[in-house]
């Protein structure tokens, strides 16, 4: 009972260097999210997919690209990572927009 | 723009003791969703409890209860019983019922069960 795998679970980078985030769901979920959580904050939507081979920009969606080409993997990169990229990332899935979120545990992404 | 307050950062309570955290939101919506999700320390969120907005009667979920106030727009969560396993930030989100798939959060609440 896997539900939202997320990897890796730690990375660190240097200024510039590029990496993918993978997210994999085996709900069969349509809809698909990556946010970002800060200290003191709380998650904030990056990019989201409705559906395979669909994305869509969320709140804070520069500097990161993504991609659906599969139903159950969502893939967040980074082209140029910059510290103020510094964050723990955070994929979801659910069935249906107004249903509720299943989440992964999370990607601790250090930027230096 | 939607958005979601919690005006608690932190908050404190007795084991066995009752507790309410607060949220509010702003919007000119009709139909919308809420939820409470929770974040232990060992990171992963986890849904408390979801409530539709056009159900007036307060959703439910074992000890969490909510009270939702349209009018106020204002969706407490109360914990009764308080339990050490409740310690854990708990984050308040908004959803509009189409148009728009953004679950918008609040900033949290971090609770923490004392002994």
């Known amino acids: 009972n896997a539900g939202v795998t997320q990897t890796p679970k730690f990375r660190v980078l240097k200024t510039g260097q590029s990496m993918t985030l993978l997210c994999a769901q085996d709900?069969?979920?349509?809809?698909m999210y990556w946010y970002r959580q800060d200290p003191g904050m709380g998650l904030r939507l990056i990019h989201y997919s409705v559906g395979e081979g669909t994305t869509a920009k969320g709140e804070v969606p520069d500097g990161y690209n993504v991609s659906r080409l599969k139903k159950q993997n969502f893939l967040l990169g980074l082209e140029s990572a910059a510290p103020s990229q510094t964050s723990v990332y955070f994929c979801?899935?659910?069935?249906?927009?107004?249903?509720?979120?299943?989440f992964g545990d999370g990607t601790r992404l250090s930027i230096l | 723009a939607q958005t979601v307050t919690q005006s608690q950062p932190e908050m404190s309570v007795q084991e066995a003791e009752t507790v309410t955290l607060s949220c509010t939101y702003d919007t000119s919506e009709n139909n919308y969703y809420l939820f409470w999700y929770k974040q232990p320390p060992s990171r992963q969120m986890i849904l408390v409890i979801r409530?539709?907005?056009?159900?007036?009667q307060n959703a439910t979920e074992n000890r969490f209860s909510v009270n939702f106030q349209k009018a106020a727009k204002s969706f407490s969560l109360k914990i009764s019983d308080s339990q050490l396993g409740d310690t854990a930030m708990y984050f308040c989100a908004f959803l509009t019922q189409g148009g728009s798939e953004k679950l918008v959060f609040g900033k949290g609440t971090k609770l923490t069960v004392n002994p």
């Open positions: 709900m069969n979920h349509e809809y």
């Open positions: 979801a899935s659910s069935y249906w927009y107004n249903q509720p979120q299943h």
């Open positions: 409530q539709e907005a056009y159900k007036q």
